[in-house]
């Protein structure tokens, strides 16, 4: 007779690994990338007020730098000194506004704006940053027409700027 065939091995426990390790790193990998997210957001932020919330905080903006946004009204520029004026409104409540420096071509009556500066005693804000803002929305000409037509209203809004 043959010898009785062995019995079989009893099969290898796994060690179970520990995840915490894993969790930890997932944690801190989360961690790191919200701050990067969150933090770069934070910086690029840019906050002001309307006339109008400005003159309902004036007591405890005044004499800060602030930012105040709005529309453009009564502009003047002279492009030998560089000196603009004109007013920011929210249609509500309007400032007169003063910036001296140059002035993006995109800055026009009835566009937003958002200037960063100071009131001075006469309530003449004081603007040492100008940003315009401008529109999202671009609509590609669908014509040859349109295509004509755009570059005919750009061209004379060029010439009368000059």
């Known amino acids: 007779m043959s010898a009785p065939a062995p019995a079989p091995l009893p099969q290898a426990r796994r060690r179970r690994r520990n995840p915490l390790p894993y969790l930890l790193a997932a944690a801190v990998l989360v961690g790191l990338l919200g701050y ?3 933090g770069n957001l934070a910086q690029s932020i840019e906050y002001f007020v309307t006339p109008t919330e400005y003159q309902a905080q004036e007591q405890t903006l005044q004499g800060r730098t602030v930012r105040i946004g709005g529309l453009v009204k009564a502009v003047k520029y002279d492009r030998d000194s560089l ?3 004109f007013n920011v409104t929210d249609g ?9 420096g140059a002035v993006s071509d995109l800055f026009k009556e009835n566009q937003g704006v958002v200037v960063r500066g100071r009131f001075d005693p006469h309530n003449v804000f004081q603007a040492n940053e100008l940003i315009v803002k401008h529109s999202e929305e671009y609509r590609v000409p669908q014509t040859q027409g349109e ?5 005919k209203n750009a061209k004379d809004a060029n010439a009368e700027g000059q």
């Not at 509500?92 to 001296?100: G, K, L």
């Not at 295509?147 to 570059?151: A, C, F, Y």
């Open 36 to 38: 990067i997210i969150f």
């Open 83 to 85: 000196k603009l004026s």
């Open 92 to 100: 509500a409540a309007t400032f007169p506004v003063v910036y001296q």
């Open 147 to 151: 295509l004509k037509d755009m570059l």
